[in-house]
Nanobody, 122 residues
């Protein structure tokens, strides 16, 4: 079973920045499409961002466009989510998800991490 793990969560003041990292236990992430999701307390999980296998294409939810950037670091076998200009409403548990199904859609992932907490204070 493929294992996915996120790291880099923490607390930050509004307007600050934080970078999350995603990695897999065995196979390289270059073999996967990778997406980021988040779930705030009392709310349903929502899509945040995603990167194609090549890393040349990225997709973002309207709420984070212009502030978040997803990228690949193949040398370190990681996918990063750089979060800038953070707002209190960005507070949530962030999840990394991966798919090795070439037919899967943008929002379809088979493997999920346990999540990492991000808290943005006003």
């Amino acid at each position: 079973q493929v294992q996915v793990a996120e790291s880099g969560g923490g607390s930050v003041q509004a307007g600050g920045s934080l970078t999350l990292s995603c990695a897999t236990s065995e196979r390289p992430l270059s073999s996967f499409a990778v997406g980021w999701f988040r779930q705030a307390p009392g709310k349903e999980r929502e899509f945040v961002a995603a990167t194609s296998w090549s890393g040349l294409s990225s997709y973002y939810a309207d709420s984070v466009k212009g502030r978040f950037t997803v990228s690949r670091d193949n040398a370190k076998n990681t996918v990063l989510l750089q979060m800038n200009s953070l707002k209190p409403e960005d507070t949530a548990v962030y999840y990394c998800a991966a798919s090795d199904d070439p037919t899967a859609g943008l929002y379809e992932y088979e493997y999920w991490g346990q999540g990492t907490q991000v808290i943005v204070s006003s």
